[in-house]
């Protein structure tokens, strides 16, 4: 009877092994399982940090990140769900904090981002994915639209008690409602173009949400299904949906 209970124990020692092994197994198996990953080289950096980061409830959080101690070089991992856009973060304690952080389109494959430490964020070159390259065209003419405002709103802060007349007033605002409305429909139009990429909806949640909202809707339903049930999808119809209430 005894020698009965020894082999059951063992056995139960057996099946209770292996379902630990197996669950070690499983967990580095998931640790390693990232579907998304960027390497790229910072040139002048020798000392820092650089942090892979993502907007998790409205708050950035840290997915990964390298050290640089007299390399250049560095490696970051994610797992992806879809297609979001992410951050990448330099820590070089320099004091500019926000000045050395890259938003980016994040898809699930390869890609390289090289760039330098005195300009991070004006020297990046970024490729591997399509979101990406589309939305670099858009924000490199977007950036010409946003020279405009930069023009009006010194021409409005240079203005004195006996310079701010109504007439100089009026037009400042003439100005500043023709730019909007260029901006306006540059990213509707834009979003329109590349109404099959998950940028589209991010652009005019970003760009156009001045919008009236029954001319953003009808360009959300020009985009497929896959696009509208993105992350980025789901905000814009939200947002379409409260505009419309405030009609």
């Known amino acids: 009877?005894?020698?009965?209970?020894?082999?059951?124990?063992?056995?139960?020692?057996?099946?209770?092994?292996?379902?630990?092994?197996?669950?070690?197994?499983?967990?580095?198996?998931?640790?390693?399982?990232?579907?998304?990953?960027?390497?790229?080289?910072?040139?002048?950096?020798?000392?820092?940090k650089i942090f892979l980061k993502r907007l998790q409830d409205s708050v950035l959080i840290d997915v990964d990140s390298a050290l640089f101690d007299g390399?250049?070089?560095?490696?970051?991992?994610?797992?992806?769900?879809?297609?979001?856009?992410?951050?990448?973060?330099l820590d070089v304690k320099d004091g500019a904090e926000f000045n050395d952080r890259l938003l980016f389109f994040a898809e699930d494959t390869a890609m390289t981002i090289n760039s330098s430490l005195n300009k991070f964020e004006a020297d990046?070159?970024?490729?591997?994915?399509?979101?990406?390259?589309?939305?670099?065209?858009?924000?490199?003419?977007?950036?010409?639209?946003?020279?405009?405002?930069?023009?009006?709103?010194?021409?409005?802060?240079?203005?004195?008690?006996?310079?701010?007349?109504?007439?100089?007033t009026d037009s400042i605002h003439t100005a500043y409602d023709k730019y909007l409305k260029k901006k306006v429909l540059y990213a509707i139009n834009y979003a329109q173009l590349h109404k099959d990429k998950e940028v589209a909806p991010y652009i005019l949640i970003s760009e156009a949400s001045e919008a009236n909202p029954i001319l953003l809707d009808s360009v959300f339903q020009k985009m497929p299904k896959k696009i509208q049930t993105t992350v980025y999808g789901k905000q814009l119809s939200e947002l379409i949906e409260k505009n419309k209430t405030i009609l």
Request: overall charge positive; hydrophobic content about 35%; aromatic content about 8%.
């Open 71 to 89: 390399n250049s070089d560095y490696t970051l991992k994610a797992d992806l769900n879809q297609t979001e856009i992410m951050y990448l973060h």
């Open 124 to 168: 990046a070159v970024i490729t591997g994915s399509k979101n990406q390259d589309i939305y670099t065209v858009y924000k490199s003419n977007n950036d010409k639209l946003n020279k405009v405002y930069t023009a009006i709103v010194k021409r409005s802060m240079s203005l004195t008690d006996d310079t701010r007349t109504i007439a100089v």
């Open 1 to 48: 009877m005894m020698h009965i209970c020894s082999r059951k124990i063992y056995t139960m020692k057996k099946v209770l092994f292996l379902l630990i092994a197996i669950t070690i197994i499983s967990s580095c198996s998931n640790s390693n399982s990232s579907n998304f990953s960027i390497t790229g080289t910072i040139d002048g950096i020798k000392v820092g």
